[in-house]
């Protein structure tokens, strides 16, 4: 421990941060006597705070000043003691995240149920926050908050306290009047809060917006319109009821600036053809894909080919693996920069990529078997400089070898989740990137080998790890996700 300190003493801090970012955030501060410039850099760097179960030790606010982003997993984690620690500490908090209890529906609380831990039993039988407390919070944070994300579905867990804390807390949005964005899911329909007692804007610099529920009031809806119109860059819609369908795209026609808009509903064919028709000017559309079946993925995919050829970016996600992405499916949409297809592509869609998508700059799918053939026709995109690829590894180091030659602009490289570090001296290794979970990479044994450019081994790395990497661009969120994957969100000029 003596040698490593004095080691550290003769690392910078950038080189220091380099270090800890290897390391979970309960390894940080359990190694924190390391060193006094080991805990200054602990604490100036740490910006975000995760409250769940596992959190306990309040002292650790004390020391980090600069928490920006709180996400609290369960409401039930924020006590009157947390609370008041946050207000007094916490006065950088511009991010904060709450869930509600998500548990299964019809099942109703039981104040007899058995607890393993009784600190959990307080916390479920009495109220933990108070209305001052809740009050306190509001006043000294609402001007300063410019994300506000609530994930409220009724389940389990949900009780009076569950509805009164955010009854008050919907109230009490108004006065957070710098917001820039704001998700809310729910059952129940929330456009009303966007607008004010005389339908006036109540957040202009409102950008982005996620409002996902089993109920739409289009009037308000239709006042959300009319005051957002102008600012609106990304907006997720999630539809129940086929009815207010129309309404919805006649209003979201109306959104000039709108060039993002994420889908998640059970009539998915008829929004996209609206879509398509009265938002051109998309640049980026995310789909989920629920229990769709293979069929109804591929007319997804049809309408998308068909009506959206000026598009720049496309996610599919949650599509399962039966839906397998050929060459023609998506030869229209010959604008794309960026493609993300959660499940799988056939030999003839990797053959044909750079006739039929010739300005891909990132890719991510999965395929079944990773050959030299894939490989070979993935390096003729021009432009591609993010490649993940998932997938059975049958493919030889001079194909890797030949990849990274001829893919001239590639700047990431991943293949099961394990990161491909391409250096400026054209040397290829595989190594994990800092803030990466621990994960089984894969069982093969090749695959957990290090190659120089020439292919030879250098080192058994048996790897663990997992994350998406967030990439070199600058990213413009329209949701903070700080574990979201590579530099898919980087913006559009």
């Not at 820039?180 to 950008?207: A, D, M, P, V």
């Not at 493609?339 to 010739?358: E, H, M, Q, R, V």
Request: net charge negative; with cysteine; charged share 25%.
């Amino acid at each position: 421990m003596f040698t490593l300190k004095i080691l550290l003493h003769k690392f910078g801090d950038d080189m220091c941060q380099h270090i800890l970012s290897y390391l979970s955030g309960e390894e940080r501060f359990r190694y924190e006597s390391v060193s006094k410039q080991w805990q200054r850099v602990v604490y100036e760097t740490q910006t975000e705070l995760i409250i769940d179960k596992y959190f306990k030790d309040k002292r650790i606010l004390k020391k980090c000043k600069n928490i920006t982003r709180i996400a609290i997993k369960e409401l039930r984690y924020l006590t009157d003691v947390m609370c008041g620690i946050i207000i007094r500490h916490c006065n950088r908090l511009n991010d904060l995240s709450i869930c509600f209890p998500k548990c299964d529906e019809n099942v109703v609380w039981d104040n007899d149920d058995e607890f393993e831990d009784p600190y959990l039993e307080a916390i479920y039988l009495q109220r933990t926050i108070t209305p001052s407390t809740s009050k306190k919070f509001l006043v000294k944070f609402a001007q300063q908050l410019q994300t506000i994300s609530v994930d409220h579905w009724f389940g389990k867990y949900w009780n009076e306290y569950n509805d009164w804390f955010w009854r008050d807390f919907a109230k009490k949005l108004n006065k957070c009047t710098n917001l820039r964005s704001l998700k809310i899911h729910s059952r129940e329909s929330y456009w009303h809060l966007f607008n004010g007692s005389q339908n006036e804007c109540l957040f202009t610099r409102l950008q982005t917006i996620d409002v996902r529920s089993d109920e739409c009031d289009i009037k308000s809806f239709n006042t959300f319109v009319d005051n957002y119109k102008s600012g609106l860059k990304f907006m997720a819609i999630s539809v129940s009821d086929k009815q207010p369908v129309r309404e919805l795209m006649n209003g979201m026609s109306q959104m000039k600036a709108l060039t993002h808009v994420e889908i998640d509903d059970g009539f998915m064919e008829d929004v996209l053809t609206q879509l398509a028709v009265h938002c051109p000017q998309l640049k980026r559309l995310t789909i989920h894909a629920v229990h769709r079946s293979q069929k109804m993925v591929f007319s997804y995919i049809e309408i998308i080919n068909e009506n959206f050829i000026h598009l720049k970016r496309l996610e599919m996600l949650d599509c399962g693996r039966r839906p397998i992405l050929s060459a023609g499916r998506l030869n229209q949409c010959k604008q794309l920069t960026h493609l993300s297809y959660d499940c799988f592509g056939d030999d003839s869609f990797f053959t044909c990529i750079s006739d039929n998508l010739p300005k891909l700059e990132y890719l991510k799918i999965k395929c079944a078997t990773i050959t030299d053939a894939v490989l070979d026709g993935l390096s003729k995109l021009p432009k591609l400089q993010t490649l993940a690829l998932h997938g059975n590894q049958h493919y030889t180091p001079i194909a890797v070898k030949n990849f990274i030659d001829n893919c001239a602009k590639i700047k990431r490289f991943i293949i099961n989740k394990k990161i491909v570090s391409i250096h400026s001296n054209k040397n290829l290794s595989v190594k994990y990137e800092p803030q990466l979970s621990a994960y089984n990479a894969c069982d093969d044994y090749e695959s957990n080998c290090e190659y120089d450019y020439s292919g030879d081994l250098l080192s058994d790395y048996s790897g663990d790890s997992e994350s998406d990497y967030s990439g070199d661009y600058e990213f413009d969120h329209y949701e903070p996700d700080h574990t979201a994957g590579f530099d898919f969100n980087h913006s559009d000029d």
